[in-house]
């Protein structure tokens, strides 16, 4: 059963940096891309950063490019998001999701109806 557990939310105020954790189990990392995801109140789902954990490519959005950074750690089945020079904006529940891809070095687009798998998410908040 796969299986992705977020931690590391929390309370921030701008400017500073959190680092999110996502545990992952029930699959090998890869056959699978992971993503961030997050959702405001009142705002859609959208893609925050993804990575193929097999050749480490990663893609960041437009957003969050410079200062978050997706990363892995395979021996663990951990993924990882720092976040850094955290603004207002960046407030939402974060969430871990995963599809299996057909190649190893695939790394999907970051639509959220592309991921099968999804934590329970984390909640970040960032007053100013």
């Known amino acids: 059963e796969v299986q992705l557990v977020e931690s590391g939310g929390g309370l921030v105020q701008a400017g500073g940096s959190l680092r999110l954790s996502c545990a992952a189990s029930?699959?090998?990392?890869?056959?699978?891309?992971i993503a961030w995801f997050r959702q405001a109140p009142g705002k859609e789902r959208e893609g925050v950063a993804n990575m193929n954990s097999m050749d480490e490519t990663t893609y960041h959005a437009d957003a969050v490019r410079g200062r978050f950074t997706i990363s892995s750690d395979n021996a663990k089945n951990m993924v990882y998001l720092q976040m850094n020079n955290l603004k207002p904006d960046d407030t939402a529940v974060y969430y871990c999701a995963a599809t299996y891809i057909a190649t190893p070095t695939m790394l999907p687009g970051l639509a959220s109806y592309g991921y099968d798998y999804w934590g329970q998410g984390t909640q970040v908040t960032v007053s100013s």
């Open positions: 029930g699959f090998s990392f890869d056959e699978y891309a």
